[in-house]
C-alpha cells in the first residue's frame, strides 16, 4: 500500500528564512511521482512543484525545490527566502504507478501549516 | 475564466434537500477528480473520470452522485446528506497522460444542517 506522512502538522518561520517541510513515503512501485500542492485559507489547492522517480536532479521551481533522497524515501519541499504569502498548508502527495492510461491517482498526506512571522 | 471554477463556493442544505455541485474546468484536460477534505483528514479521491468514462468510485455512498457530461464539465449531485458529509470539496483535472499533476479548483464548502 502506498502512505504519505508528514509529521509536521505546524511550522513557525520568520520571513525571508528558509523553511524544510518534511515528507517520507512508502510504495512498492518503480516508477512515481511525487508533488508538492499549498493550499490558502481561500480553499483552492495549487501546485508546487513535481518530482519524478527516475529523475536524478532534485526538481525546483523559483523559491520552491524538493529535497528528493530515494533511498530514504523522503521529499522534503525548501521554499527560500520565505514570504508573508506563503502562509498556508503545505500537501505533500505522490502518485503510484500509472492505473489507467488518462488519469492520475494521487494520495495525499495529512499537510503542514505553515506561519510566516514578520 | 481559466483554470477550474466551482459553483458554488458555499452551500447549506438540509439532509432531506437535493442538490449539485458544478464543476468546470478550461484547460483541455481529459481527466476530471472529485475530492473531499474533512477537518483534520487527508485529502480523499471520491471519483475519477477519464475521457467522461467513470474510472473510479472510491466507496463513496450511493448519496453522492457523479455526472461528467463532457470532458469540461463535472458535477456530484447530493441528496439524503448526513451531517458528517460536511466538508470541502474540492475538483481537479489533469491533462490525461496519467503521469501529469492535477490543477484544482476554489473548492465547494458544504455545510449539512
Known amino acids: 500500500a502506498q502512505k504519505i506522512t508528514q509529521t509536521q502538522p505546524g511550522m513557525f518561520v520568520q520571513e525571508k528564512e528558509a523553511v524544510t517541510l518534511d515528507c517520507t513515503y512508502d510504495?512498492?512501485?518503480?516508477?512515481?511521482?511525487l508533488f508538492w500542492y499549498k493550499q490558502p485559507s481561500s480553499g483552492e489547492m495549487i501546485f508546487l512543484i513535481y518530482?519524478?522517480?527516475?529523475?536524478?536532479q532534485n526538481a525546483t521551481e523559483g523559491r520552491y525545490s524538493l529535497n528528493f533522497q530515494k533511498a530514504r524515501k523522503s521529499a522534503n519541499l525548501v521554499i527560500s527566502a520565505s514570504q508573508l504569502g506563503d502562509s498556508a498548508m503545505y500537501f505533500c502527495?505522490?502518485?503510484?504507478?500509472?492505473?489507467?492510461?488518462?488519469?492520475?491517482?494521487?494520495?495525499f498526506g495529512s499537510g503542514t501549516r505553515l506561519s510566516i512571522r514578520p | 475564466e481559466t483554470g477550474v471554477t466551482q459553483t458554488p463556493r458555499h452551500l447549506v442544505m438540509g439532509m432531506t434537500n437535493k442538490k449539485s455541485l458544478k464543476c468546470e474546468q478550461h484547460l483541455g484536460h481529459n481527466a476530471m477528480y472529485w475530492y473531499k477534505q474533512s477537518a483534520k483528514k487527508p485529502l480523499e479521491l471520491m471519483f475519477v473520470y477519464s475521457l467522461e468514462e467513470r474510472v473510479e468510485n472510491n466507496s463513496v455512498p450511493s448519496r453522492f452522485s457523479p455526472e461528467c457530461p463532457n470532458s469540461s464539465h463535472l458535477f456530484l449531485h447530493l441528496h439524503t446528506l448526513q451531517p458528517e458529509d460536511s466538508a470541502l470539496y474540492l475538483c481537479?483535472?489533469?491533462?490525461?497522460?496519467?503521469?501529469?499533476?492535477?490543477?484544482f479548483g476554489p473548492g465547494t464548502r458544504l455545510t449539512v444542517t
Open positions: 510504495t512498492s512501485d518503480q516508477s512515481y511521482g
Open positions: 502527495a505522490m502518485r503510484g504507478a500509472i492505473k489507467y492510461s488518462s488519469a492520475s491517482k494521487i494520495i
Open positions: 518530482q519524478g522517480s527516475y529523475d536524478e
Open positions: 481537479a483535472s489533469s491533462l490525461g497522460t496519467g503521469y501529469d499533476e492535477q490543477y
